[in-house]
């Protein structure tokens, strides 16, 4: 079993910043794409930003592109997104996301965090 945790979440000013942190833990031999899910209330769980294992690909929904930033530490296992310039439409639960190799064929499996508020009000 992987563990997410996150970390950074909060209230925030319209046009502030926040950097959410998600690492890794419990018994795994590598840790493939990570990325930043949303759901705000009433709405469908959508992909923030994603973040291929190297850091050389990433993606970004329209919404958030020129505002937001992911990046990751492979060796603290861990996946951030930067987020800038935030508007009340980001207002929402965020979620980490990770695909890791686990066991000894190394299966990939999905984990999930358990989720941060985020939100961005006056």
């Known amino acids: 079993q992987v563990q997410l945790v996150e970390s950074g979440g909060g209230l925030v000013q319209p046009g502030g910043s926040l950097r959410l942190s998600c690492a890794a833990s419990?018994?795994?031999?590598?840790?493939?794409?990570m990325g930043w899910y949303r759901q705000a209330p009433g709405k469908q769980r959508d992909l923030v930003a994603r973040?291929?294992?190297?850091?050389?690909?990433?993606n970004y929904t329209d919404s958030v592109k020129g505002r937001f930033t992911i990046s990751r530490d492979n060796a603290k296992n861990t996946v951030y997104l930067q987020m800038n310039s935030l508007k009340p439409e980001d207002t929402a639960v965020y979620y980490c996301?990770?695909?890791?190799?686990?066991?000894?064929?190394?299966?990939?499996?999905?984990?999930w965090g358990q989720g941060t508020q985020v939100t961005v009000d006056s």
């Open positions: 973040i291929s294992r190297g850091g050389g690909s990433t």
């Open positions: 419990g018994r795994f031999s590598s840790i493939y794409v």
């Open positions: 996301y990770a695909d890791v190799g686990v066991g000894l064929e190394s299966t990939i499996r999905s984990y």
